[in-house]
């Protein structure tokens, strides 16, 4: 039976495609070009599903349906502007009411209270971005430390001992180590806040200009608090504030009249000032043009940051200033009456807009100086050129003829180029406080709401039919006008290429935009310290048990009859209840074995990390000489969680990038122009095994050579005055040849190709120093595409010289030439394309278009020349393979008729309220076709320096890269292929859907899609292994969607199956998402995967996930600074977060690990020796050690070995660690701290807390032990020494034991620590006590003293001795293998780093000094950051990037495959002599491959084939730091 109804024509085309798969309903694409391709075919069949859907619901079907899931409109009566295609509408961000500013209109009753105030409240301009104040530092800070286990039960304890009955010998000693790590930490988190309080103050104290003198019926006449009102303090709102005051005397010598014109009024249209006004308090008596007020920030581009700079003087000259001075030499003190400057305008008496002139005034209006923080809802401000916006400001008037300015949006996303906003046309006659007084609107604007992309609001106003309208009526029409976000400025932005704008201020303080992305400052843990909770919590359930018993026996023991105690202790219990006596011992023993749970563990990871931060801050690797910033850590806590990031989300434009366009080759009438090589042709020809590439180097002066042939055969052929040399991108000689050869068509082709570069954009020259360098011309763009294909045709000899309404001057070669703009059909991501209409030189009119392939090509003339179309589409097809964006360039000429008869229907379109896009888009469509090719353009983001091979590094090491960005798909894409991430062996998943059951679908069809390939998704390899899926199995997966698709992703019915989708892939790409959809991705991954997360950026867009991640990552730099300020690292470019991760970051979570183990392990020993004697002394709770001792053990006696083994110790050196970034999947995995090492760590302590214990207990209970005196050894001090120097020197050398590098720190604290206790007992014994004295004669002097101490220590190390000599001997790690490679093989010289003599291994530790940082930085007088004589990884003859290196001479198969070192160096005998034909006892395994199924193996191993790196493990289990480090050998130095 044939089916009823019709597929539609959109379907057909689907199933037409051969590149579906049929069965999983997916299209999976592997090329550059096919992607971009595929994602335009994507959006347009979105595009088009949504026009077929409004016009559905335009003619009423599927009403109900529509009716039933869409909210209603706020208001029927306004026209809803329409949300820019592409960017996320997030409706569930948009909590509260819609908000109306009235201006200059009385608040409507139900609005205001009786007082006449209004009754809703907003939030003041001041932000906060701390996460204490005054009042709450103590309390929130002590409940933040307090959730530490550890420290809530010593605060117990501390008020215990208060109680003498428990036995406490000092309470107050006993207090101290509390106090002091709750004040230190305090401290810290303290000095971290400051510093954000200040940068808090540098912004809120900003200077500001708003209008003054009239009623701001939207804020509260008084807005102090009640008892603020009731004792008279606070600022009162008739009266100056200090900060205001000051910043106006400060800048009372610059203070003139002015007047606001716009541009392109002739002279006589200027307003002419009012004589009045010369009276007025504060007024030199003359006007002034708006150049000379104060700007918001400072005049050098450096400082054009956010936070903005602080003033000094106004940005008048000087010439100026003296004029000033010379009209009014008692200005200081006129000035003083009225801190303010008065603005003058003519009084046109024409009404326009919203502006009256019958409306009566007081005229008391005029701008003033204020600062931000004290701006509000509703005031009216002045902004100029290079200002810092200080709030959401919805545009009134700008000096624009047209009403368009130009916003740089580097401090909220990074990017430099320029945006446009426009003027409201109701409000775009207003340019003077006057014209304010007499206008009245009210804006109807949305709530506020995290959406950077939407913006609704609706001007309302009343229009004066003083001379009647068409309905003949004299009474007042009302009228409306639609605001959008082309109309609304977002603060942190900054003002360009604009003199003056006026606006309205709609959002303030935590409202605005920039905010509601930021989100509070978290208080971040580490992993560990997390996990650490549950270690304390064991050990206090252990003491809890160890009390219990303690009292339970110890209350048997009481109640037994016939015992010693009845005699000798007569009466010696607190009460006659041997019961309440039970408890009290309970108590006392819980008091002295405290020990257990370590508190001072958390002042020495305080100590630790804060000595890693230091390091890390120094390391020279991380130094970034443009910006003059080294890394700097500002989170330091959280350290150990730099080695165990699974998942890095990041940014792309400012972080990945540099924000830089060049225009490398292009395609003229089919033949290719353009020399340069990207870095994805680069990483393509290394992938495939290519040669034909030339290094970098070479690269950079092969290109020189030719630019600098194309410049003089230019030069010969035409003068260019305008050429920048330096700027030329487009290098090729063969361009400038065919520009030569009149002889040829192909001359003329170049010459029409780059005309239309040069007239068809929206850019705007700028002469930077027009008197002095009048050819010196920059462009300043939307989109850096756009500045860079202007650039490229100026410097190509095709110069864009000036632009105005009324013409476009550019030069051909040297000859002037103007062209008549018409019409600019502008860009948007829906068209693809932008198009101008402009009359040239001959009179023609004549229509250039660039944009996608895809969409020029739609639009081509029926007799195109078929030829030209293929030749140019394989060169575009070609070019996007490389890495590098396209765009296509055509042309058609209009005839007159045409072009008149289009015209009215563009106008009409223009002047629509409903559906503006869309009727403006068909008025398009009636012109862009009938198009012919004149060539294409490809040109390459410049990524940053290193980022393919950081990537690179990262992926070996395990790590997934999520790239979250606002950007549009298609340049998401190529930014994708150019560093590596994408790859075209890669299956690239394209997710685009408009509705939550498509993007339902997509997401299964992924999940297949790999399911079929990879089996089942699982984190575990093992059981990928059970269901015999092929070990060679392709597993190269990438998602790219859009952040229409993720907003239905992220849905809770939905979230789950992505995050299935995404963990299983090597990349995601996100497109168009906004900055809360970026904070909930990183959160849906952290949460729903438990992995460690890493966020970073450069931008304020970047905050939210920034502080949303475990780790947050912000760089520095001219970019602005408010990524860097929220961050817990920031640095200078993305390549560092290799060196930060795979080097510090291991080391840190390596050594903190080892630290809380050997801590607890210390403890356990110290505790549980003193446990043991509750057996012989009636569990009564006495001490077996000297108080002294009890005090001293974590404070001195033990405190030292750890710290320096928890700051200073390397399993493996900096090189070998990027040499083998496998080895960091041991922190992925979390394999350096378990639950099974503490427990390891624990038995260790119970074990040896025996024989420190029972050892002297047997030799005691033997016999009597004489002393070298003649006295007996047999007291309880005695025996409790012996057994504390045992337990302490066992600990200690426990802990050197288990450190990896000995550098002389490490020698003297443990070697320091075990003398120091032996002088504490002779200076502590040679005072008087009752059973102290003499200790340190008697017992010192005795062989059986010693013998015991050495036996202990002996019997009690041996089984770890035993156990780490079998594991590296004969199942080791691969970070084993790799720390013998350094030390007994061949790795050094692989690594390019000089050996010692031979000799020298044998030499003694002490013969030489040492430097111990362990990012071998010298910090002497040769400078703060001086590299040591070590070779750095720049050095490396295979890699050029500075931090991200790979062994010359070492090849890493396929990261699917086992990792085989293979070596060119096979000498007789290696570094240490052994013979090269002894095999290896090692049997290869492979280390994880950074895929979504590699092995979670926790003793994988290398498969080595140089025979000389191998040796036994037992004859180097502990290594020097003459062996370790033999980069630093200076064979001049003896």
Sequence with gaps: MPSLFKRSHLHDEEDQDNDIDDDLRLRTVRTAHSTLAESIRTENRRTARRRKTRKWHAKGLFKSKAAAAEPPPPDHDLPQPTEPQGASSLKQLKPGRRRNIYVNCPLPPDERRPNGDPIVTYYRNKVKTTKYS?????????????????????????????????????????????????????????????????????????????????????????PRMWFEKLLGIGERPDKVSKGVRKLREKEASEGKNFVLVKEGMSANDQPIPNNDSASEPGAIGRPRSLEDIQSVASRSSHDHSYPPAAY???????????????EQPNYNQTFASSTSSWAMSNRTGVSAGVVDWQKRTSGTAHWERTLWKKLGVGDIVLLRDNDQIPADIVVLSTSDADGLCYVETKNLDGET?????????????????????????VLDSEPPHANLYTYSGVLRYRVRNTDGDESGSDSGRDKVEPVTINELLLRGCAVRNTQ???GLVVFTGQDTKIMLNGGDTPSKRSKIEKETNFNVITNFILLVVMTIVTGIV?????????TSRQVYEKDAGVTDSNALNAVVTAVSCLIAFQNIVPIALYISIEIVKTIQAYF????????YEPYDTCCVPKTWNISDDLGQIEYIFSDKTGTLTQNIMEFQKCSINGVIYGEGVTEAMRGQAKREGRTDILSPVEQAKQLEQLKETMIQKMSRTFKNRYLRPERLTLISPQLADDLADRSKPQRGNIISFFRALSVCHSVLPDKPEPQEKPFTVDYKAESPDEAALVAAARDVGFPFVHRNNAAIDIEVMGQAERYIPLKVLEFNSTRKRMSVVVRNPEGKIVLY????????????????????????????????????????????????????????????????????????????????HSLYILGATALEDKLQEGVPEAIDLLHKAGIKLWILTGDKLQTAIEIGFSCNLLKNDMEIMILSADSMDAARAQVEAGINKIASILGPPTRDELARQELNVPANTKRSFAVVIDGDTLRYALDPTLKEMFLNLGTQCDTVVCCRVSPAQKALTVKLVKEGRNAMTLSIGDGANDVAMIQEANIGCGLIGLEGSQAAMSADYAFGQFRFLTKLLLVHGRWSYQRVADMHGNFFYKNVIWTFAMFWY???????????????????????????????????????????????????????????????????????GFYQSAVVFFIPFAVWSSGYVMSWNGRTLDSLADFGTTASVAAIWTANLYVGLNTSYWTWIMWFVTIGSNIFLIIWIALYSSFESIDFIDEFQNLMGTVDFWAMVFLCITVAIAPRFILKFAQQAYIPLDKHIVREMWVMGDLKDRLGIGHRKVHSENRSFFTRSRNTSENDVELDNRGPYRQTERTSPSDIPENSQRGVHTPPEMRLNDSTGPLHVTSSNHPSSGPSGLHPNRMSYYSPSDIPSPDPTGSRSQTSSLHVRDDTAHSRASDKTFVTANEWEDEHYDPDRR
């Design 417 to 441: 180029n320029l945006k446009p906003r426009r003027s409201l046309k109701a409000t775009s006659s207003i340019t003077s406080d006057e014209d304010l007084e007499h206008a009245s609107f």
């Design 134 to 222: 005054i009042i709450t530092f103590l309390p929130k800070n002590l409940y933040e430390q307090f959730r530490r286990v550890a420290n809530m039960f010593f605060l117990i304890l501390v008020i215990i001992q208060v109680w003498p009955i428990f036995g406490a010998a000092a309470p107050q000693v006993a207090m101290l180590p509390l106090v002091v790590i709750v004040g230190a930490t305090a401290v810290k988190d303290g000095v971290e806040d400051y510093r954000r309080a200040q940068l808090d103050d540098e912004v809120n104290n900003s200077a500001a200009t708003k209008l003054g003198g009239w009623r701001n019926v939207n804020q509260l006449s008084d």
């Design 1174 to 1244: 509750l057996f012989w002394n009636s569990f009564d709770a006495t001490y077996l050690y000297q108080y002294t001792f009890i005090i001293l053990f974590n404070l001195a006696f033990t405190a030292l070995p750890v710290i320096v083994m928890g700051a200073f110790d390397q399993d493996i050196n900096a090189k070998a660690s990027l040499a083998y970034p496998q080895l960091y999947k041991r922190g992925i995995l979390g394999l350096e701290y378990t639950k099974t090492m503490f427990w390891l760590y624990m038995f260790d």
């Design 849 to 928: 278009c660039k944009g996608a392939d895809s969409v020029i090509y739609a639009r081509l003339a029926a007799d195109h020349d078929q030829e030209l179309k293929a030749a140019t589409s394989r060169d575009m097809e070609k070019f996007a393979n490389g890495g590098l964006r396209t765009l296509c360039i055509a042309y058609r000429y209009l005839t007159e008729q045409e072009y008149f008869d289009w015209s009215r229907q563009y106008d009409a379109a223009a002047a629509a309220v409903a559906d503006r896009d869309e009727e403006i888009e068909k008025a398009s469509e009636l012109v862009e």
């Design 500 to 502: 003056w704008i006026i």
């Design 554 to 562: 110890n209350g048997y023991y009481n109640g037994k009859a016939g």
């Design 312 to 326: 000094d003087s106004l940005g008048t000259s000087a010439s100026a200033i003296q004029a000033a001075s010379l």
């Design 616 to 623: 890390i801050n120094q390391d020279v690797d991380m130094y």
